[in-house]
């Protein structure tokens, strides 16, 4: 999938205004798509209007890509913070291995040591596997396929890295790289059904329970379905991937079965242990203090995650089992939500989370909204391609107070998610760390409920084969929160996905959730400046809540 910050959704949204482009990515060049100097002072303008930064069309026009730009732009952003209010000092440059920097036993990121605490008070747990499955049609080379996933985890230490410890504090021990990597090959062609046994295969490497003091952070099984249809079973343990590092796995693997000497440009300069170490270096004193103050400040102390009403009563333990549904937005209505967005000065993923924003207040009755919003860490040129997990959770608050329009609920959005795109540094644990006085693991703190827009996903590409699709469906069965929101651009409209919590939740009211959660899009667009409590859908979802719910305190 292609994954953008907010800041480069915003500047998308720009270029498609005023270039009329329609298919804008972090590779696009102005000038490309017709973009002229005398443009780029409108852009500017834009910018600054709409960004509150200042940058010089000049120096837009020299950093040409929609990525350089943006560059730029969050750089204009976080001078402007400084000037106006206590802010993080700009990011420094990452550490280089090769100047010796890096400790003998590298701590783990944030992120790694929150999954490597999870993983040791349930050690048999699943929950975070990343299951993929990569379906392969043409003359496949199976030598030829095992020697570049070889190179890959060469080139790539996280994914040869185990997780030790010494007196109870977890280190990165980084394996030499691998003569071989394992890819053991399955053949059912002869099975009556190859793709039913395909899957039940795939379902049992998903399931693996990862021993992450012994075990390398990805396991691979090629499986033969026919003479020229293939499926690639790749299971990570997300303390080593995120969404963004799947795609370039899959992405420099099919580069380098293509071409196995150039194959992904050699060992990259910055690991991800180096990565850790700089965040460590960088995430204390007065930058720590700035984004501890931002957030202390758009939350507040012990902040209360949303209460949505439940069909059963919280247990006191979560099992963390789910299931989900799903619904699509049609082309028709995702046309219109694309272009209400656009001339409110919203991307299409503002418009969705505001029309849910309105859905969780009116159906949990309650003004003041919070929900997770996952952003992808990578706000520097140099991260853009680094394998690891550096995904993080961000808090996106936002009132209902004063009864507003939907146009008014979408600029509030907007500037919700811009904030927390500008602070999203600080690690979610460390906000909780600071914020939270008192709370239970069994009880999620700051927001129980989120909400995530996914770009259409590209295919890698492997030469002489005629097809290659990439499945990243994860686990059916599990839920992280009370409520999570999936919504991924496909073709023209928009695929729903709504995981949730079966301890919560019958299958009726996700199923109603998203039902209502179309009408209140359609309602919102339609009628976008009456109140938009009063919405319908809203309204409907409220008395159905009230007939049979328990409430969650």
Not at 4 to 27: H, K, N, P, R, S
Not at 234 to 256: C, K, M, N, P, Y
Not at 262 to 280: E, F, H, I
Request: include cysteine.
């Amino acid at each position: 999938m292609t994954v953008m910050g907010f800041v480069e959704e915003e500047l998308a949204q720009m270029w498609a205004d005023l270039l009329g482009a329609t298919d804008v990515t972090l590779g696009s060049h102005w000038q490309a798509l017709g973009g002229r100097p005398e443009t780029a002072g409108t852009l500017a303008d834009r910018i600054d209007e709409e960004l509150g930064a200042r940058v010089e069309p000049a120096g837009l026009l020299d950093a040409g890509t929609l990525e350089g730009m943006a560059r730029l732009v969050r750089g204009a952003m976080a001078a402007g913070r400084a000037g106006a209010a206590p802010a993080a000092p700009a990011a420094a440059g990452p550490a280089d291995p090769r100047a010796g920097t890096r400790p003998e036993r590298p701590a783990l990121s944030f992120a790694q040591q929150r999954l490597w605490f999870m993983q040791q008070i349930d050690p048999d747990t699943t929950l975070y596997n990343v299951p993929t499955v990569l379906r392969l049609r043409g003359a496949l080379d199976h030598g030829r396929l095992g020697r570049a996933l070889t190179a890959l985890v060469a080139r790539h230490e996280v994914l040869r890295t185990t997780y030790r410890e010494s007196s109870g504090v977890p280190h990165q021990a980084v394996a030499a790289a691998p003569g071989e990597f394992p890819l053991p090959t399955t053949d059912l062609s002869a099975a009556a059904e190859p793709a039913a046994e395909a899957a039940r295969i795939a379902a049992e490497a998903g399931a693996y329970v990862f021993d992450l003091a012994a075990d390398l952070p990805l396991r691979a099984h090629l499986l033969r379905l026919g003479a020229e249809d293939h499926h690639l079973v790749v299971t990570f343990h997300h303390i080593a991937i995120d969404g963004w590092s799947v795609e370039i796995f899959f992405r420099e693997l099919g580069q380098l079965y293509g071409d196995p000497v150039a194959g992904a440009g050699g060992t990259p300069v910055l690991q991800y242990a180096d990565y850790a170490v700089r965040q460590r270096e960088r995430l204390r004193g007065d930058t720590l203090d700035a984004l501890t103050a931002h957030w202390r400040a758009v939350l507040g102390d012990d902040p209360q995650a949303l209460a949505v009403p439940t069909d059963h009563p919280r247990p006191r333990h979560r099992s963390f089992r789910g299931a989900v549904v799903t619904r699509e937005l049609g082309p028709e209505l995702t046309s219109r939500l694309r272009e209400f967005g656009r001339a409110e000065r919203g991307t299409l993923n503002m418009t969705l989370l505001a029309a849910f924003q309105a859905l969780l207040a009116g159906w949990s009755g309650t003004e003041d909204v919070t929900v997770g919003i996952p952003v992808a860490g990578r706000t520097r040129p140099e991260l853009q391609e680094l394998l690891g997990c550096l995904i993080n959770m961000v808090p996106v608050r936002v009132g209902l107070g004063g009864d507003p329009a939907f146009r008014g609920l979408l600029a509030r959005t907007r500037t919700a998610l811009l904030d927390a795109s500008a602070q999203q540094e600080l690690p979610f644990d460390k906000l909780v760390e600071a914020l939270v006085s008192r709370r239970s693991r069994d009880f999620l703190p700051v927001f129980r409920v989120m909400f995530s827009f996914l770009k259409e996903q590209s295919d890698p590409v492997f030469a002489g084969l005629e097809h290659c699709s990439l499945d990243l469906t994860g686990p059916q069965d599990t839920a992280k929160y009370d409520l999570s929101l999936y919504a991924q651009e496909s073709g023209a409209g928009v695929a729903l996905t709504l995981e949730y919590d079966t301890d919560l939740f019958g299958p009726e009211t996700p199923a109603a959730l998203l039902a209502a959660y179309e009408q209140t899009l359609h309602d919102a667009i339609t009628f976008p400046d009456g109140p938009v409590l009063d919405l319908p859908a809203v309204r409907f979802r409220v008395s159905a809540a009230e007939r049979n719910t328990h409430r969650d305190r």
